[in-house]
């Protein structure tokens, strides 16, 4: 069964400091792997999404992820912290490319910026 | 434009009493998924209605829970006799086309409270 961790329900960076978000997968098959975020009073939306084409996949506002097969991961980078970045992120999995339906989430990050 | 729009964004009820809480998709998309999410978890699936097909079902916990989309547009989900372990964010999210290239546009939210 396809499975999402994510490590740290909370991650507090400095402004101008390096972001890393741990997603972490099983899948008995090639996954799909998405990272959605949701910023205050709003819903949530795609940022970034791998489907077997690059493993460094670029997403919006500077957010970057590389699907790494060996270590089973996906995490979520971000070279610099800006305010606006304060959200919850969340990685999710599907091992089905014909429907959005069957992703797997994992229980999401909420990132905080210190100024 | 005009995105997934959810209505009631809160409700407060009784244990016992149903509930109804109605989705807007944005037009135009045929595909159309209720989620929900508890505290300190991810989401998990309920329900997918995809154009006129027979939604699929395999996500509802209990025979109390039902969903209906009226004319490929609107959706409501109905929660009969409210437990408190219902109490959690509900969330609906519409795309274009039900695969994995069709992101998933969610709305806001309602957040459901059981007393």
């Known amino acids: 069964a396809q499975s999402v961790t994510q490590l740290g329900s909370h991650v507090s960076v400095s402004e101008g400091a390096l972001v890393l978000l741990r997603c972490n997968y099983s899948s008995s098959v090639p996954p799909y792997l998405f990272w959605y975020v949701q910023y205050p009073n709003q819903g949530l939306q795609l940022l970034l999404k791998y489907t077997s084409a690059a493993t460094l996949v670029k997403g919006i506002n500077g957010f970057e992820a590389e699907f790494k097969k060996s270590e089973t991961s996906f995490h979520l980078t971000k070279p610099s912290a800006h305010m606006s970045d304060a959200a919850e992120y969340f990685c999710?999995?599907?091992?089905?490319?014909?429907?959005?339906?069957?992703?797997?989430w994992g229980a999401g990050t909420k990132l905080i910026i210190k100024p | 434009g005009a995105g997934v729009s959810q209505s009631p964004s809160n409700k407060v009820t009784e244990k016992g009493k149903d509930v109804e809480l109605r989705c807007d998709p944005i037009s135009g998309h045929t595909a159309l998924y209720w989620y929900r999410q508890s505290l300190g978890q991810g989401l998990e699936f309920l329900i997918y209605f995809q154009g006129n097909s027979a939604p699929d079902k395999s996500g509802l916990p209990s025979d109390r829970f039902s969903a209906e989309r009226t004319g490929g547009s609107v959706s409501t989900l109905t929660i009969q006799r409210t437990q408190q372990e219902d109490s959690a964010v509900y969330l609906c999210?519409?795309?274009?086309?039900?695969?994995?290239?069709?992101?998933?546009?969610f709305g806001n939210g309602t957040r459901l409270t059981v007393t």
């Open positions: 999710a999995v599907s091992d089905r490319g014909d429907s959005n339906y069957q992703l797997i």
């Open positions: 999210a519409s795309s274009p086309q039900s695969g994995v290239n069709s992101p998933l546009h």
